[in-house]
């Protein structure tokens, strides 16, 4: 390992070869965002460019900073979120690797000099805008964010610095959902990528990652048997539609709790039970929340709630579920039961909070798997390079990925698995192309 390092702030480098170790581990299943790095290592397409990246602190994310750096980012990353932090990853990013760039397992996330991180598992509040604001103090020209607390920050106390930014990007759906909003008030003052929305990311990270490792994270923190359970999952977006099917293929009973129409009847349409939050809290035995929303489950619903409940949060951030009227009902009757796991009694029954209200997936467990990783962080090195491209013709607002990126990291996962299309005939494409043939 270098012994000379960037500015930073880990919990502890001597943890820098563990984390090596697991971040080769995530990049064998990351073959997409290898191909995408041995081609940035040959053009240099981000020659130079700064930085300021506000992700979780992964393995599969140092894949992603790394391939970012082969294309010669200068990139500087924090934690977006105060319990998703792996330290040992963060440390292996900050010591770099002595194996030069390109000859790591299978293409190498390995090698190159360190990059600066600012992350801790476990951070408090001040520690963690401290931190945003040490990747501010980069100087970026490109953000990258998941959960748009980088830009608020930027547009606020930091506002003196958006005339350095040229564009950014979004990996999750409350950040999105925040974008729009301040796009939609004519506030968001740069253009940003929501890498959300592309279909290799929301179908497949939101879907099939967020859907296992939700269970992955409550199965870890509590131990509890699924077959037979009474699950209640709130939200039917990709991500409520990843865990309710994961839930139901462990043999749990699911509900969901909606309110939009069209979701609602398609969730009946796909076998689950629909109610309101008010007939779900008596009848359930385990609680997910999956909205992007605050206050989903709140002091009336606690007091419904059979002794022994359990609540989760898949969300980004710890405001679906209402803990401060938790600690209120408990009135100090709380303590720690396990190691992820928050007791409160209220009147005479027990309800478990699981890592605090945090996104439950990375706070009690890894996150999505590395294979799903793979397509999401693809989209975001993708759209890093279409913002590092187009910025100057781009105006103050949020943008889907370009569909031409999308349907790229869709081939290049499928030639990686070894899969090939059909291809279609002359007399195919013409049919197609043509508004002429009919009966």
């Known amino acids: 390992m270098s012994t000379t390092h960037p500015r930073h702030d880990v919990a502890d480098l001597s943890l820098a070869a563990e984390g090596e170790r697991r971040i080769a581990w995530a990049e064998r299943e990351m073959p997409v965002l290898r191909s995408i790095r041995r081609r940035f290592e040959a053009e240099r397409p981000l020659e130079s460019l700064r930085i300021a990246a506000c992700l979780h602190v992964t393995t599969e994310t140092a894949n992603l900073v790394r391939t970012l750096q082969a294309g010669g980012a200068d990139v500087v990353l924090c934690a977006s979120n105060p319990l998703s932090t792996q330290d040992d990853a963060a440390a292996a990013l900050v010591a770099g690797s002595g194996v030069p760039a390109g000859l790591g397992s299978g293409g190498g996330a390995a090698g190159g000099p360190g990059i600066a991180v600012h992350a801790r598992r476990g951070e408090d509040r001040d520690t963690y805008y401290r931190h945003i604001?040490?990747?501010?103090?980069?100087?970026?020209?490109?953000?990258?964010?998941?959960?748009?607390?980088?830009?608020?920050?930027?547009?606020?106390?930091?506002?003196?610095?958006?005339?350095?930014?040229?564009?950014?990007?979004?990996?999750?759906?409350?950040?999105?959902?925040?974008?729009?909003?301040?796009?939609?008030?004519?506030?968001?003052?740069?253009p940003i990528v929501a890498v959300?929305?592309?279909?290799?990311?929301?179908?497949?990270?939101?879907?099939?990652?967020?859907?296992?490792?939700?269970?992955?994270?409550?199965?870890?923190?509590?131990?509890?048997?699924?077959?037979?359970?009474?699950?209640?999952?709130?939200?039917?977006?990709w991500v409520g539609r990843g865990i309710a099917s994961r839930f139901r293929g462990m043999g749990a009973h699911v509900a969901m709790v909606e309110v939009d129409p069209i979701r609602a009847l398609e969730a009946l349409m796909d076998g689950f039970a629909v109610m309101p939050a008010s007939e779900a809290a008596p009848w359930?035995?385990?609680?997910?929340?999956?909205?992007?929303?605050?206050?989903?489950?709140?002091?009336?619903?606690?007091?419904?709630?059979?002794?022994?409940a359990i609540l989760a949060n898949s969300g980004h951030f710890d405001a679906e579920i209402e803990i401060p009227a938790l600690r209120e009902?408990?009135?100090?009757?709380?303590?720690?039961?396990?190691?992820?796991?928050?007791?409160?009694?209220?009147?005479?029954?027990?309800?478990?909070?699981?890592?605090?209200?945090?996104?439950?997936?990375?706070?009690?467990?890894?996150?999505?798997?590395?294979?799903?990783?793979?397509?999401?962080?693809?989209?975001?090195?993708?759209?890093?390079?279409?913002?590092?491209?187009?910025?100057?013709?781009?105006?103050?607002?949020?943008?889907?990925?370009?569909?031409?990126?999308?349907?790229?990291?869709?081939?290049?996962?499928?030639?990686?698995?070894?899969?090939?299309?059909?291809?279609?005939?002359?007399?195919?494409?013409?049919?197609?192309?043509?508004?002429?043939?009919?009966?």
Do not use: C
């Open 284 to 308: 359930g035995e385990l609680f997910v929340t999956a909205t992007g929303n605050v206050n989903v489950f709140r002091r009336e619903h606690f007091l419904a709630m059979r002794d022994g």
């Open 329 to 439: 009902l408990a009135g100090g009757h709380e303590r720690q039961v396990r190691e992820n796991v928050h007791e409160f009694e209220i009147e005479g029954k027990r309800l478990e909070l699981i890592a605090e209200g945090r996104l439950v997936n990375l706070s009690a467990a890894e996150g999505h798997p590395a294979a799903v990783m793979d397509m999401s962080f693809a989209n975001q090195a993708l759209a890093v390079e279409w913002v590092a491209r187009n910025a100057g013709s781009l105006a103050p607002q949020v943008y889907t990925v370009p569909g031409e990126i999308d349907r790229e990291v869709a081939r290049l996962k499928l030639e990686a698995l070894g899969v090939h299309l059909e291809p279609m005939t002359e007399e195919q494409e013409r049919y197609v192309r043509s508004w002429q043939a009919g009966t």
């Open 196 to 237: 959300n929305e592309a279909q290799t990311k929301h179908l497949f990270d939101n879907r099939y990652g967020t859907g296992q490792s939700t269970v992955d994270a409550i199965m870890r923190a509590t131990n509890i048997l699924l077959a037979g359970r009474k699950v209640v999952v709130a939200g039917y977006g």
């Open 133 to 190: 604001d040490a990747a501010l103090d980069h100087h970026p020209e490109i953000t990258m964010d998941d959960g748009a607390d980088l830009v608020s920050r930027l547009h606020t106390t930091r506002a003196d610095q958006l005339g350095e930014i040229r564009g950014g990007t979004e990996e999750t759906t409350t950040g999105v959902i925040r974008l729009r909003a301040m796009a939609a008030d004519g506030a968001l003052k740069y």
